[in-house]
C-alpha cells in the first residue's frame, strides 16, 4: 500500500508542480526586464521561493530553514549542497538568502516556458563538452563578481552510493580560492526518505530541513585541501 500511495502521491506532485509554475511563470519573466542583474536575480529568487513555499506545501513536504544568519550581509559565497534526490534542486537555490545562480544541464534548457524559467536561474553547462566547461567556469567566476552566490552540487549527480555523501569534485573549491570567495556549505535532509535513489515514479510526504553551516574561507588552501575540510564538516553535519 505504501509503494502504491507513493506512486499516486508522485502524480500529484507532478501535477501541482506544472500548475503552480504555470501560475507563477508571466510573474518570473518579469526578471528578464530588469536591467540591473543583481535586482533581476534577486526579484527571480523571490518569485520562486513563493512558488516553493506553495508547492512543498501542497504535496507535504515543508521545509525547515536553519543558519541564515551565516550569510554576512554585503558578502556573496559559493554554496555547495549535498545532493540525494531530484527534489534537491528545485529546494535548494530559492531558499539561498539573496540573488543567486545554480551550475545546470544544458539539456533542460530546451524544454518548452520551462526552459526560459530554468536558463534564468543557472550558469549552464553541457559536460560533454570542454568547451562549454570552460565557458561556464568563466561565467560562474562573473557570477560571483556580480555580487551574487554561485550555487553548486560538489557531488556532481545525486548519491547512488551506501554512503551519506559522495566524494567531491575539485569544480567549487577551485572556483572559490580562485575567486577567493568563501564556500558556504548546506545541508539537504528528507529528501532521500521523500525521493528514495532507487525508486521510480516516487514521493512520500516527508518533512525537510536546510541547515547553512558557518562558511569555510579558502585562505591559506588550495583547492584539494579546502575540498576535503568542506567534505567533512558537511559529513559531520549530515550524519550527527
Known sequence: MRNIFARIWALWGIIS???TFLLI???????????????????????????????????????KISG????A?????????NHNAL??????APYVPGANKTIAKKSFAKVPLFGLFYTKGSVLVDRKSEQSRVKSYEAMKQVLRMGMHMCIYPEGTR??????????YDGAFKLSVDAQKKVLPC?????????????????????????????????????????????HVMLNEYTK
Open 17 to 19: 508542480f506544472i500548475s
Open 25 to 63: 511563470f508571466i510573474p518570473s519573466m518579469i526578471a528578464y526586464l530588469i536591467k540591473d542583474p543583481l535586482k533581476s536575480q534577486r526579484y527571480f529568487i523571490y518569485v520562486s521561493r513563493i512558488w516553493m513555499n506553495v508547492w512543498l506545501r501542497l504535496i507535504a513536504c515543508p521545509v
Open 68 to 71: 541564515r544568519e551565516n550569510f
Open 73 to 81: 550581509p554585503g558578502e556573496n559565497y559559493v554554496v555547495v549542497f
Open 87 to 92: 527534489l534537491d534542486v528545485p529546494l535548494s
Open 159 to 168: 548519491n547512488r552510493t551506501d554512503q551519506p555523501l559522495k566524494q567531491f
Open 187 to 231: 545541508v539537504i535532509k528528507g529528501t532521500s526518505k521523500a525521493m528514495p535513489i532507487h525508486q521510480s515514479f516516487y514521493l512520500l510526504p516527508t518533512r525537510l530541513s536546510m541547515d547553512f553551516l558557518p562558511p569555510v574561507s579558502p585562505e591559506g588552501l588550495d583547492a584539494k585541501a579546502l575540498k576535503e575540510k568542506v567534505y
